[in-house]
C-alpha cells in the first residue's frame, strides 16, 4: 500500500472529489461507469416515454378543450382549468421520472453491483475478502435485490406524495424522505454483498443517519430538477454509487448490525 493511499485510510470522510480522481485513475472503473451511464440513461429515457405515452393516452381527452368562458363563472373555470392542466403536466412527468428510473435502476442493478465490488475491490487490495464471486446465481440475487429497492421506492413515492399536502413543512419532510432513500439505493450495493436484510439496511440508516444525509443530500437534490435530471442522474450515479461505496465500507464495520 503506498504513503497515499496509507493517508486516505484515515481520514473520516473521502470527499466527492476523491471518488471522482478514483474513477478516473482506474480504467476498468472509469469504462464500466460509461457503460453504465449509457444503459441508466437509454433506460430512464425509454421508460419516461413509454410512461408520459400511456398516461396522455388515458387523460390527455380531459385537456383537449377549455371550458366556455362566458360569465365571471366561466372566467374562473377556464383559469382554474388551466391550472390544473398545468399541475397535471407538472405532477405526471416528475412521477413518470421516478417511475421510469426505478425500473431502470432494478434493471440495471447488476452492473452497479458489480461497480461497487470493483470499488471496493480496488480500494482495499489486499484486505478485500469476498464471500462469493460473480455467476449468473449472483447475477439474479443482484437484480432481485434491485427490485426490492425499486418496489420499496414506490412506497416512497407514495409516502412523499401525503407528506407534500403538510402545510409548512411537507416539503421539507419530502426532501428528508427523498435523501435517505438515495443512500438506501446506494449502499444496497456493499450491504447486499454482505447479506443484510433491508431493515438491517433501514436500521443502519437510523442509526447512522448523519452519513446517510451526507451520502444522499446531492443525489436526492439532483433527482428533483425537472426535465435533465434523467440526464444528471444517468450522468452521476455511478459517481454516487463508487462514492457511497467507498465512503462505507471506510467508516462502516461490514457486517450487519446487531451481529
Same mark, same amino acid.
Given at each position: 500500500?503506498?504513503?497515499?493511499? $496509507?493517508?486516505?485510510?484515515?481520514?473520516?470522510? +473521502?470527499?466527492?472529489?476523491?471518488?471522482?480522481?478514483?474513477?478516473? %485513475?482506474?480504467?476498468?472503473? @472509469?469504462?464500466?461507469?460509461?457503460?453504465?451511464?449509457?444503459?441508466?440513461?437509454?433506460?430512464?429515457?425509454?421508460?419516461?416515454?413509454?410512461?408520459?405515452?400511456?398516461?396522455?393516452?388515458?387523460?390527455?381527452?380531459?385537456?383537449?378543450?377549455?371550458?366556455? !368562458?362566458?360569465?365571471?363563472? %366561466?372566467?374562473? =373555470?377556464?383559469?382554474?382549468?388551466? +391550472?390544473?392542466?398545468?399541475?397535471?403536466?407538472?405532477?405526471?412527468?416528475? #412521477?413518470?421520472?421516478?417511475? $421510469?428510473? &426505478?425500473?431502470?435502476? /432494478?434493471?440495471?442493478?447488476?452492473?452497479?453491483?458489480?461497480? !461497487?465490488?470493483?470499488?471496493?475491490?480496488?480500494? @482495499?487490495?489486499?484486505?478485500?475478502?469476498?464471500?462469493?464471486?460473480?455467476?449468473?446465481?449472483?447475477?439474479?440475487?443482484?437484480?432481485?435485490?434491485?427490485?426490492?429497492?425499486? #418496489?420499496?421506492?414506490?412506497?416512497?413515492?407514495?409516502?412523499?406524495?401525503?407528506?407534500? @399536502? #403538510?402545510?409548512?413543512?411537507? $416539503? %421539507? &419532510?419530502?426532501?428528508?424522505?427523498?435523501?435517505?432513500? /438515495?443512500? @438506501? =439505493?446506494? #449502499?444496497?450495493? *456493499?450491504?447486499?454483498?454482505?447479506?443484510?436484510?433491508?431493515?438491517?439496511? &433501514?436500521?443502519?440508516?437510523?442509526?447512522?443517519? *448523519?452519513?446517510?444525509?451526507?451520502?444522499?443530500?446531492?443525489?436526492? +437534490?439532483?433527482?428533483?430538477?425537472?426535465?435533465?435530471?434523467?440526464?444528471? =442522474?444517468? +450522468?452521476?450515479?455511478?459517481?454516487?454509487?463508487?462514492?457511497?461505496?467507498?465512503?462505507?465500507?471506510?467508516?462502516?464495520?461490514? !457486517?450487519?448490525? %446487531?451481529?
Amino acid at each position: 500500500m503506498n504513503h497515499g493511499k $496509507a493517508l486516505d485510510r484515515h481520514r473520516k470522510w +473521502l470527499p466527492l472529489t476523491f471518488s471522482l480522481r478514483f474513477i478516473f %485513475g482506474n480504467l476498468n472503473i @472509469l469504462g464500466l461507469s460509461l457503460l453504465l451511464m449509457f444503459c441508466t440513461g437509454f433506460l430512464t429515457w425509454l421508460g419516461y416515454l413509454v410512461t408520459i405515452h400511456f398516461a396522455d393516452g388515458l387523460t390527455g381527452h380531459f385537456f383537449q378543450q377549455a371550458p366556455e !368562458s362566458a360569465g365571471i363563472i %366561466g372566467w374562473f =373555470m377556464v383559469k382554474g382549468w388551466w +391550472l390544473l392542466k398545468f399541475l397535471f403536466l407538472i405532477f405526471s412527468r416528475v #412521477i413518470a421520472f421516478y417511475l $421510469a428510473f &426505478l425500473v431502470s435502476y /432494478s434493471l440495471t442493478s447488476p452492473g452497479y453491483a458489480f461497480l !461497487s465490488l470493483s470499488t471496493e475491490k480496488k480500494y @482495499l487490495g489486499e484486505d478485500f475478502t469476498a464471500d462469493e464471486s460473480f455467476s449468473w446465481a449472483v447475477l439474479i440475487k443482484d437484480l432481485v435485490e434491485g427490485c426490492k429497492i425499486g #418496489i420499496f421506492g414506490l412506497g416512497v413515492t407514495i409516502a412523499a406524495i401525503f407528506l407534500n @399536502l #403538510i402545510p409548512v413543512f411537507g $416539503a %421539507g &419532510l419530502v426532501v428528508l424522505l427523498y435523501i435517505f432513500y /438515495s443512500t @438506501l =439505493m446506494f #449502499i444496497d450495493y *456493499p450491504t447486499s454483498r454482505q447479506h443484510w436484510s433491508l431493515g438491517a439496511k &433501514l436500521g443502519w440508516l437510523k442509526e447512522q443517519w *448523519p452519513k446517510a444525509l451526507r451520502l444522499g443530500w446531492l443525489p436526492a +437534490l439532483t433527482s428533483m430538477i425537472p426535465v435533465i435530471n434523467i440526464f444528471l =442522474m444517468a +450522468l452521476l450515479f455511478p459517481l454516487f454509487t463508487v462514492h457511497a461505496t467507498l465512503n462505507f465500507v471506510k467508516t462502516t464495520v461490514v !457486517s450487519e448490525p %446487531g451481529n
